[in-house]
Nanobody, 127 residues
């Protein structure tokens, strides 16, 4: 099973972008998933998580109110809609899945909580 992130690119400050994470060779329909990001020279940080059902979400403070995580189980894809982007949002965005706990909610906020990772997609926000 692989996670494939896509949709990154260059956007101006104040703009919007949607990144996607598609599951290949399996599915995580019954498991929580999340997004992390790593800016140049910084540690990877938590961005958002979505419950197995898609009915609950949780966001890190810096992105709350601007980013929205969602999932489409039919397409085996998770999305991160990013609005009102700022230069400090520039980072490689990684998607992840926790396959250890069935029917989990939104309580996985650290890297160690996830055991499957995508390759990352670069988002660059220009000022």
């Amino acid at each position: 099973v692989q996670l494939q992130a896509s949709g990154g690119g260059l956007v101006q400050a104040g703009g919007s972008l949607r990144v996607s994470c598609t599951t290949l060779g399996g599915n995580f329909s019954n498991y929580a998933m999340g997004w992390f990001r790593q800016a140049p020279g910084k540690a990877r940080e938590f961005v958002a998580t979505i419950s197995w059902s898609g009915g609950a979400t949780y966001y890190a403070g810096p992105v709350k109110g601007r980013f929205t995580v969602s999932r489409d189980k039919v397409k085996n894809t998770m999305y991160l809609q990013m609005n009102s982007l700022k230069p400090e949002d520039t980072a490689v965005y990684y998607c992840a899945a926790n396959s250890r706990t069935l029917y989990a909610g939104t309580y996985f906020h650290t890297q160690n909580d996830y055991n499957y990772w995508g390759q990352g997609t670069l988002v660059t926000v220009s000022s």
